[in-house]
């Protein structure tokens, strides 16, 4: 019985070790990537507003149907770790297609890059939802907390250091020379096949199909538990008001405070520092008080960073305001997540995990839309406020939440029976 319970501690210890370092590799690549998107985009391929928008929502768009077509493939599966290792593969290629968009005629340039973005997310869905079911049955409940915080701080920390020094190395060029982003995404890609090595190397513990294919459906019955639909309705609202201000702050900061490729590696290290010294926080706090409970203040925090934004063109007070909101940042990555895990019950976790990603992918892609929408249609300030306004308004359902699971006795994710009456 020791020898047996060894050996389970032995391959848990060995998964959250090969866990973190396939997401060094994912923090690597997306840090070095994803972050200067929209630069490229708007400095060298010369972007609209409403590309830049797409490059936030059309991903979104692509992956609500990744989602539908993942969570079936899934479905029949046993295991999952190899579908995962093929998706997040597919998805880095299209680093490698970036790396030919500047050789086509210019006047295409942005929408196929917008395009290459958006199809990306394919895969990239693929890979998400299986990762996070995967992930979910590796992480003991009682580890996740803790664990989840440390792994968080850890790749935050390593994509700090990958985006200062992308932004160092881009600092070096003309902001319309295209050679530095194109070795930025051969580099990213390589960084790639190492992310998936480490992820290969995880021990999967073995699921019949049949039981999977089960408990992995799109249907409806994943509403009938209510805290899973609680949950849902806030956050996706949340995420609504958080995303739609997505390609705002990038319009903001490139467009009207003049950022270059420095001063935004600057103000995404400063947002992950602050996610890095706090991470650990938010972690003790979640099972002190409850993720549900975290959720509130996360929310009131959130809100005010667009509307603290607006204040000043001033990169130095820019920086000073995504190191402040950087605090809450961290909060909601891995509060969101750990909620999402605790509302789930073991039978029906693949499936929740399905619709909920579904579901999000739609806010995803109409939230940036809307912002950009608010943008045009009015200005700057009003369509920020609003985006503050309604993360506070989330504050509001998630103490509605927290007191739902807490009248329920609902700790753990599992509903618990009150022996004192």
């Known amino acids: 019985m020791k020898s047996t319970m060894a050996l389970i501690k032995s391959v848990n210890d060995s998964n959250e070790k090969l866990s973190i370092q396939n997401g060094i590799g994912t923090s690597i690549v997306l840090n070095i990537s994803n972050n200067y998107f929209p630069l490229f985009a708007i400095s060298v391929l010369g972007a ?60 295409y340039r942005s929408w196929l890059f917008v395009l290459l973005v958006g199809m990306m997310n394919l895969p990239g869905s693929f890979a998400n939802l299986s990762w996070q079911a995967f992930i979910g049955d590796i992480i003991t409940e009682k580890r996740r907390n803790d664990f989840f915080s440390e792994r968080n701080k850890i790749i935050t920390i390593v994509g700090m250091g990958a985006t200062f020094l992308m932004g160092l190395l881009l600092q070096q060029f003309d902001k319309s020379n295209p050679v530095p982003y194109q070795i930025l995404f051969l580099f990213a890609f390589f960084v790639g096949l190492l992310e998936i090595y480490y992820l290969n190397r ?22 009938k538990h209510k805290p899973f639909l609680y949950f849902l309705v806030c956050g996706l609202f949340f995420n609504f008001a958080w995303q739609m201000s997505w ?12 950022a270059t490729a420095l001063w935004i590696s600057l103000i995404a290290v400063a947002n992950q520092v602050s996610q890095v010294v706090s991470f650990k926080w938010w972690g003790r706090m979640a099972d002190k008080h409850s993720n549900a409970k975290m959720l509130v203040f996360v929310s009131l925090g959130m809100a005010s960073a667009p509307i603290l934004t607006i204040l000043s063109t001033n990169l130095i007070y820019l920086i000073v305001i995504n190191t402040f909101s950087g605090l809450f940042v961290s909060g909601t990555v891995l509060l969101l997540f750990n909620q999402l895990l605790e509302v789930t019950e073991d039978t029906n976790r693949s499936s929740c995990i399905s619709n909920y990603n579904i579901l999000l992918a739609i806010v995803g892609f109409i939230a940036p839309q809307f912002g950009v929408y608010m943008l045009e249609t009015t200005t700057m300030e009003i369509a920020m406020g609003l985006s503050s306004v309604m993360r506070a308004l989330s504050a509001v359902l998630f103490v509605a939440l927290y007191v739902y699971l807490k009248k329920r006795h609902f700790y753990g994710g599992q509903l618990q029976v009150n022996h004192l009456t």
Request: aromatic share 16%; hydrophobic share 45%; charged share 15%.
């Open 48 to 107: 609209t507003n409403y590309q830049v928008g797409l490059i936030s929502s059309l991903p979104q768009f692509i992956g609500m149907f990744a989602m539908l077509i993942g969570s079936v493939i899934l479905g029949r599966l046993g295991q999952k770790k190899k579908f995962t290792a093929y998706s997040f593969l597919f998805t880095r290629l299209f680093l490698v297609a970036m790396f030919f968009v500047i050789y086509i005629p210019s006047e």
């Open 202 to 223: 995880h021990v999967e513990p073995r699921v019949e199909k049949e039981t999977n294919s089960k408990s992995f459906k799109l249907g409806v019955n994943v509403f």
């Open 247 to 258: 390609s705002l702050f990038n319009i903001y900061n490139i467009k009207h405070a003049g």
